[in-house]
């Protein structure tokens, strides 16, 4: 009996099988044709309408706002990151004095770097002494001492009299 059981199974299985196989390689194939040939007829009637001045005018006064609103989280992160950020600060072994106007400045670079931005080695950045980049060049500092020796001394600190 569990052979019939078996068999009675198998039969109609098998019948089922090859008609699910046939029909739905049939069936998909015309349902793509039909759907691509249906997708370009709704397109044409779904262009939207031209827009009004009023409308025009509407959405330009939007975008201004959004273009406000974008500057001014753009200039609230800039202060949050200025506060954020940390003084120069020396290590505390060189300070700079400046003879001619009185400065003292924390580092070596920090003299040249602020003389520089200040507009005072102007005549110096002329002749190329400090290559073609003068913001970038960190050793800026020996070619100024170079070309003023008498102008800057090193100011002792605590760290450097014990």
Request: charged share 30%; hydrophobic share 25%.
């Amino acid at each position: 009996m569990v052979t019939k059981k078996s068999t009675a199974k198998e039969k109609a299985s098998k019948p089922e099988q090859p008609q699910a196989q046939k029909t739905s390689p049939i069936e998909t194939p015309p349902t793509p044709q039909k759907e691509s040939t249906t997708t370009p007829k709704p397109e044409k009637p779904s262009t939207p309408p031209p827009l009004t001045m009023k409308q025009l005018h509407q959405e330009l006064e939007t975008i201004k706002q959004v273009v406000v609103e974008h500057a001014q989280l753009i200039a609230q992160l800039q202060e949050t990151l200025a506060r954020k950020r940390k003084a120069v600060q020396s290590n505390g072994k060189v300070q700079i004095k400046d003879k001619q106007t009185g400065s003292v400045y924390p580092s070596k670079n920090n003299a040249y770097q602020s003389l520089l931005k200040a507009g005072e080695l102007k005549d110096l950045v002329d002749k190329g002494i400090f290559g073609p980049d003068p913001e970038k060049n960190t050793f800026g500092w020996y070619a100024l001492v170079r070309e003023w020796p008498d102008r800057f001394e090193e100011v002792p600190t605590a760290q450097n009299k014990e």
